[in-house]
């Protein structure tokens, strides 16, 4: 019997470029336009800090997700911070992060075709560049 996969999980420690994520900078993780998980329920980034646990944060957000009110782009894409202090895009795609070490976790509950398929694929973490 062939039993679809309930949840699909992905967890990193690091960014796109394999360094170590901190609180010390400022990352996104950028969605492009129709790129966000493909599920048949829900999906959410979850964050914790090196030892594995929530990071308390002012604004007790542990998590972001299809459910959180994301803002989108004006193309449609959708961009999380996340990052120790409060960021110049919308607060709702602020993930707090600490001022040390983190981990992600992306959870895709029931998820589409595209996923099980492997034709899926998670955008890296980008450390953000510096305002000027």
């Known amino acids: 019997m062939n039993v679809p996969e309930e949840a699909m999980y992905w967890r990193t420690g ?19 336009p129709d790129g966000l998980p493909p599920n048949d329920a829900f999906w959410s980034l979850t964050m914790a800090d090196e030892k594995q646990r929530f ?20 193309d449609g894409s ?9 960021p110049a895009g919308p607060r709702s795609n ?21 996923i099980l398929h492997g034709e899926y694929t998670v955008p890296p973490v980008v450390q953000a560049r510096p305002s000027r």
């Open 78 to 86: 959708v961009d999380i911070y996340l990052q120790n202090a409060a």
């Open 14 to 32: 690091v960014d796109g470029a394999g360094h170590t994520l901190s609180g010390e900078h400022n990352y996104i993780l950028h969605f492009p």
């Open 94 to 114: 602020w993930l707090p992060a600490p001022t040390g070490r983190f981990n992600l976790w992306l959870r895709v509950y029931m998820p589409r075709a595209a």
């Open 55 to 74: 990071v308390a944060n002012p604004i007790d957000r542990y998590s972001v997700g299809d459910r959180s009110g994301l803002a989108q782009n004006p």
